[in-house]
């Protein structure tokens, strides 16, 4: 059974940094994207960003400028980087890793995964 595992949540004080991975534990012949969302309790869970197969990125204008993801292909880690965090990044943070359609070898059919949920707490 395939899954992804997140870490390196916390509690934060504003203006410090952060960084979410999210690695892969499965076997997988398909093109995929990383994406990476968050949820509040106030907040229904908002897009934050991704990158996809060609290595494009892509974000929410809530975090453009301060956030950034990456991927490492041959520890099949999604990365999320967050700079000068303030409380409203406050909330349940989860990875996505979307198989893409078409794209998978020997006619497997594509998959979605999602992390646990990580939560990022940040103090004024």
């Known amino acids: 059974q395939a899954d992804l595992v997140e870490s390196g949540g916390g509690s934060f004080q504003a203006g410090e940094s952060a960084r979410l991975s999210c690695v892969f534990h499965?076997?997988?012949?398909?093109?995929?994207?990383w994406n990476w969302y968050r949820q509040s309790p106030a907040k229904q869970r908002e897009f934050i960003g991704s990158?996809?197969?060609?290595?494009?990125?892509t974000y929410a204008d809530s975090v453009k400028g301060r956030f950034s993801v990456s991927k490492d292909n041959m520890k099949d880690t999604g990365y999320l980087q967050m700079n000068r965090l303030n409380a409203d990044d406050t909330a349940l943070y989860y990875c996505h890793r979307a198989e893409i359609a078409g794209s998978c070898l020997n006619g497997m059919a594509e998959a979605d995964y999602w992390g646990q949920g990580i939560q990022v707490t940040v103090s004024p």
């Open positions: 990158i996809a197969t060609n290595g494009r990125t």
């Open positions: 499965g076997y997988s012949v398909c093109n995929y994207d």
